[in-house]
């Protein structure tokens, strides 16, 4: 699809990853929705993009609650005619301490958050674009929805359901010319990295703040580039792509796939 005069929305938008996306879409033509909890975060983006020459608008959404996912798309309709693009893309990362010991209400805000506002935004855009004929969903996850992730264990299953629900969705393609895919970027240089969780003793943070400061960090942009790539591209549906610091990004098939034989039915 090219982007072009389209209508894209992105959740997170107000910050980092979602922010890169937002303004490189808007480069590319759409007309962009930014949809965040954070307002000053959102109006700061809106002007970034004006300022680059291109169109948003900020609305408050917050994606846990289905009636403001209902409501950003109806504000998309509503604002720019339509929905074409969405990047389900607002995340939060958890304190320590570590699974088990999380407290439950801590991992069930990061669970619904990270994983169940994707399968529910999805859901409140698919009618949006059967209206318009199709469109483009990505969605963030992580390489910590590929790998063994073993430094926060419900970060990881919320992302590994990421890649799961995209792979299987394959089938919007042939059935409504809707196309859902995902990024799975390594570390990347966010707000999310050093933002101040109350939670935290001075000491973890500084433990967390070192660890950052050693590794290299992805610029928020490349991924912005990912999103793009799987927007333009009519060819790629139910794809996951892996982006690491200083390597080209490519796609990520699944480990295992089962044989078409029913009489070998096993995972190959
Ligand atoms: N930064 C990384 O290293 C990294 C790596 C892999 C994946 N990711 C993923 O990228 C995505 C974007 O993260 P980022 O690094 O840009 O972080 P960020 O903290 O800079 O931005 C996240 C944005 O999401 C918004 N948000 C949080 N909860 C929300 C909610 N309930 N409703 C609406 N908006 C909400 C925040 O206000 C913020 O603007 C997340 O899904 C994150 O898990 C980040």
């Not at 948003?56 to 959404?61: G, I, K």
């Not at 996912?69 to 995340?91: C, K, P, Q, S």
């Not at 619904?112 to 949006?128: C, E, K, M, S, Y």
Request: charged letters at 20%; proline letters at 8%.
């Amino acid at each position: 699809m090219n982007p072009e005069g389209k209508v894209a929305l992105v959740t997170g938008g107000s910050s980092g990853i979602g922010r890169a996306t937002a303004l490189l879409l808007a480069e590319a033509g759409a007309s962009v929705v930014v949809a965040d909890i954070d307002g000053d975060g959102g109006a700061e983006t809106v002007s970034l993009v004006e300022q680059a020459g291109g169109k948003a608008a900020f609305v408050e959404s917050d994606t846990t609650r289905r009636e403001e996912l209902e409501r950003m798309v109806a504000f998309a309709e509503e604002t720019y005619g339509g929905l074409d693009i969405l990047h389900n893309n607002a995340g939060i990362g958890l304190p320590p301490p570590r699974f088990p010991e999380t407290p439950p209400e801590r991992w069930e805000i990061a669970l619904t958050v990270n994983l169940w506002a994707v399968i529910a935004g999805t859901q409140a855009a698919v009618p949006a674009m059967r209206r318009r004929g199709g469109g483009v969903i990505v969605s963030t996850a992580s390489m910590a929805g590929i790998i063994q992730y073993q430094p926060d264990p419900i970060y990881a299953a919320a992302k590994h359901g990421i890649v799961g629900l995209t792979r299987a969705l394959v089938f919007l393609k042939a059935e409504a010319n809707i196309r859902v895919n995902c990024v799975c970027p390594g570390v990347v240089d966010t707000p999310m990295l050093t933002k101040l969780m109350p939670e935290m003793t001075a000491e973890q943070r500084a433990q967390r703040d070192a660890m950052v400061s050693q590794m290299p960090l992805i610029p928020p942009r490349e991924i912005a580039e990912a999103v793009l790539e799987f927007v333009r591209d009519d060819s790629l549906a139910g794809e996951a792509m892996g982006i690491m610091y200083g390597r080209p990004r490519k796609l990520i098939p699944p480990a295992v796939t089962f044989s078409r034989d029913p009489a070998q039915r096993m995972p190959n």
